[in-house]
């Protein structure tokens, strides 16, 4: 991530702790996509067991996590800055 954003120039790195909150976002993030990819997994081979199909939700998950990790902290400054600005 950059250290500093390019438009506004909002220091990203805050205090320690500061992105506990995103973590809550970017788990939320994650039981949504990983529920769809399980449903998707399910529709599109629904021979498949319980256990593979979400093993497969969870191995398609995997090339996200990057972008649930930045979105997941973008959502918790804007939550902030609306909170608290």
């Not at 950059?2 to 995103?22: I, S």
């Not at 629904?46 to 497969?56: G, K, M």
């Not at 939700?57 to 930045?70: E, G, I, K």
């Amino acid at each position: 991530m950059n250290e500093h954003c390019p438009d506004c120039g909002l220091k990203f790195e805050r205090e320690q702790g500061y992105f506990v909150g995103a973590m809550y976002i970017s788990y939320l993030i994650a039981v949504v996509l990983i529920t769809a990819l399980f449903w998707l997994v399910s529709v599109f081979m629904p021979e498949t067991s319980f256990n593979i199909a979400l093993t497969l939700a969870v191995v398609l998950f995997l090339p996200f996590v990057p972008l649930v990790f930045r979105y997941s902290r973008i959502i918790w400054m804007h939550f902030d800055r609306t909170i608290d600005p």
